[in-house]
């Protein structure tokens, strides 16, 4: 089975460039500084974080002063540099944390203060950093192995950018390594809907998951109808289905859907060799229930002994078929060679038995 793999790419950092008087024009000037001495080099996050906190410190005072705290550039700059802060501190992410929730809070308190829009630019830039913060703290959270905390950020990433398919992805992928099936299908579901490019690997993960770690059947057949709908043409979601109707022995469904394989792709020997294989099951099926048949009964023996010949019978061509398209392929010639043990068949027996050791000895 193939397995979505993380979106990891870390996000940068959006830009302005302001400057003022007072505590909120040092703020300005310690943001402009930031920008200069941050942009295009290789400065420590330590070193960038210095210089953040400190016009951070001067937000903090002016938001402090009864005659500047409801200025909209207090809290503008205040959400700009907390958010920024947010997003580059890779390193602490507990600070990330506190950060991001001061960001938040001043977004929300500049929107309100900000009644002519003078401050719109810097407070979508706080946005921006925000919502690029919650995805970084999503990525190094799952990177520390912290699954439940990348599930929530990648989360509240998609409620931020409802149409943003990687978070959907990154957050099903957090859910299956919390064992939480249902959060992955439900966030793997919200990708497809999107059109995800790979939604058809998506389902394949979402049926083998139901199979394989839920033991749900019919959940799985449900996602595999939806799946066939919206991909007619891959094969493995037919594939899935027969082995469940094999599984629940419920052959006359196996039949049907391989038949329609079969039909699909003619010339592919895996296939044949299936179709084969469940009348040869039916058949190994009925012999154990004619080993319970008392030999006096000779009408009902008989009855299930033609039964089972038919249906041998019924099953050689298709392994016969399935060789002429690929004249190595395993299961067809132990089928047969177990088919030529059962008839007394001492000639074919030898031959394919033949074939067959020479394909083991490669």
């Known amino acids: 089975m193939r397995k979505v793999i993380l979106s990891i790419l870390l996000a940068g950092v959006a830009s302005a460039t302001y400057a003022q008087k007072g505590e909120i024009a040092e703020a300005k000037k310690a943001w ?32 402090a002063d ?4 409801d200025m909209v550039e207090a809290w503008s700059y205040r959400a700009l540099l907390t958010s920024t802060a947010a997003l580059i501190d ?72 409802p149409q943003d398919t990687a978070m959907y992805l990154n957050a099903g992928i957090a859910a299956r390594n919390l064992e939480d099936y249902p ?27 139901q199979l394989a770690k839920q033991k749900d ?23 899935s289905e027969t082995q469940i109707h094999l599984q629940r022995g419920d052959v006359d469904k196996a ?55 038919g249906l041998v019978e019924k099953s050689i061509p298709y392994f016969k078929k399935s060789l002429e398209i690929d004249p190595k392929n395993i299961t067809a010639l132990e089928n047969l060679k177990t088919i030529y043990t059962f008839k007394n068949d001492t000639k074919s027996y030898n031959e394919i038995k033949a074939r067959l050791d020479a394909v083991e000895k490669k």
């Open 66 to 69: 009864a005659k500047s705290k």
């Open 217 to 239: 059947t019919t959940a799985a057949i449900a996602l595999i109808n939806e799946a066939k709908a919206k991909f007619p043409d891959n094969i493995s979601f037919v594939t």
């Open 255 to 309: 039949e049907q859907t391989l038949n329609t394989l079969v039909a699909k792709e003619p010339n592919n020997a895996s296939f044949q060799s299936a179709l084969g294989n469940v009348y040869l099951q039916q058949a190994l099926k009925l012999q154990g229930n004619l080993n319970k048949i008392d030999v006096k009964k000779v009408k009902e023996y008989t009855a299930v002994k033609t039964k089972r010949d």
């Open 90 to 161: 890779t390193t602490n992410l507990q600070g990330a944390e506190a950060n991001l929730k001061l960001a938040q809070e001043s977004i929300a308190k500049s929107k309100t203060l900000d009644v002519k829009g003078s401050e719109k630019e810097n407070i979508s830039l706080a946005q921006q950093n925000v919502s690029n913060a919650i995805r970084n703290i999503g990525v190094l959270s799952y990177q520390k192995k912290d699954y439940k905390t990348a599930y929530d950020k990648f989360v509240q990433a998609t409620q931020l950018n």
């Open 32 to 63: 402009g500084m930031y920008q200069l001495t941050s942009r295009g080099t290789q400065q420590p996050i330590a070193k960038q974080l210095e210089s953040l906190n400190t016009a951070i410190k001067h937000t903090d005072a002016a938001i």
């Open 183 to 209: 959060k992955m299908a439900e966030q793997y579901k919200k990708a497809i809907a999107l059109n995800y490019p790979q939604s058809s690997t998506l389902y394949e993960e979402m049926i083998t998951t």
